[in-house]
T-cell receptor, first 117, second 112 residues
Framework: DGGITQSPKYLFRKEGQNVTLSCEQN?????MYWYRQDPGQGLRLIYY???????QKGDIAEGYSVSREKKESFPLTVTSAQKNPTAFYLC????????????????FGDGTRLSIL | KQEVTQIPAALSVPEGENLVLNCSFT??????LQWFRQDPGKGLTSLLL???SQREQTSGRLNASLDKSSGRSTLYIAASQPGDSATYLC???????????WGLGTSLAVNP
C-alpha cells in the first residue's frame, strides 16, 4: 500500500542534542512538507520541498533543518537551537510541482511526538 | 493576513444525527479549501478538497461546500456514526505561494 511513513513514533531529546525525524513516501509525490502541531494552535509549516534538491522555509523554520536528496525522503533535523521542541511533528506529501501543487490534497504520516528529557 | 476559524470547537451528538461543521476565513482570496480528519495521536486524513472553481464536493456521507463570497465552508455529515468521532480540520490555500492556512479544528463525539 502506498503511504507516508514517519519514524520514530516517539522521540526524546536531551539538552544540546540534535535529533532527526524520518519521513519516507512511496506515493511518487513531488512535494513534501513538515508541520508542527501544538495544543491550541493550528498546524504550522516548518519547511516544504516541491522537488528534489530544493526546499523552502515555512513560517517557523528557525531551529530546524531539512534535506531532500531523494524524492521519497524528507528528513527533518531538530537542532539544539530550537528551544521549545516539544510538539507533534507531521510530515505530508502531495502531487504536483510549482504553482499546481496546491491543487492536490496533502497526505499525512502518523506523526512523531518529540519530548525533552 | 488570512485566518481560518472553525466553529464550534467541540460538538457532541447522538448517533444518527445529521450535523454541520463550519469553517470561515477572513480573506475571500482563498484558492481552494480542504477538510481533514484527525484521530487522537494520529496524522491527518484528507476527506475532501474543493478547488477554486468548485462550490462543493461529496464523498459518501460527507458533503463539503465552499462560498468564497461569504468566506465560509461547511462540512455536512449525514447519519453520523460513532466511528465519525474525531477532530475535523479545515485548511485553505492562500497567498502567492498558496501555503495552507489551518483552523484549530472541531472535536466531534458521536455517542452510541
Amino acid at each position: 500500500d502506498g503511504g507516508i511513513t514517519q519514524s520514530p513514533k516517539y522521540l526524546f531529546r536531551k539538552e544540546g542534542q540534535n535529533v532527526t525525524l524520518s519521513c519516507e513516501q512511496n506515493l511518487n509525490h513531488d512535494a513534501m512538507y513538515w508541520y508542527r502541531q501544538d495544543p491550541g494552535q493550528g498546524l504550522r509549516l516548518i519547511y516544504y520541498s516541491q522537488i528534489v534538491n530544493d526546499f523552502q522555509k515555512g513560517d517557523i523554520a528557525e531551529g530546524y533543518s531539512v534535506s531532500r536528496e531523494k524524492k521519497e525522503s524528507f528528513p527533518l533535523t531538530v537542532t539544539s537551537a530550537q528551544k521549545n521542541p516539544t510538539a507533534f511533528y507531521l510530515c505530508a506529501s502531495s502531487m504536483g510541482t510549482g504553482g499546481s501543487y496546491s491543487n492536490q490534497p496533502q497526505h499525512f504520516g502518523d506523526g512523531t511526538r518529540l519530548s525533552i528529557l | 493576513k488570512q485566518e481560518v476559524t472553525q466553529i464550534p470547537a467541540a460538538l457532541s451528538v447522538p448517533e444518527g444525527e445529521n450535523l454541520v461543521l463550519n469553517c470561515s476565513f477572513t480573506d475571500s482570496a482563498i484558492y481552494n479549501l480542504q477538510w481533514f480528519r484527525q484521530d487522537p495521536g494520529k496524522g491527518l486524513t484528507s476527506l475532501l478538497l474543493i478547488q477554486s472553481s468548485q462550490r462543493e464536493q461529496t464523498s459518501g456521507r460527507l458533503n463539503a461546500s465552499l462560498d468564497k463570497s461569504s468566506g465560509r465552508s461547511t462540512l455536512y455529515i449525514a447519519a453520523s456514526q460513532p466511528g465519525d468521532s474525531a477532530t475535523y480540520l479545515c485548511a485553505g490555500n492562500a497567498g502567492n505561494n498558496r501555503k495552507l492556512i489551518w483552523g484549530l479544528g472541531t472535536s466531534l463525539a458521536v455517542n452510541p
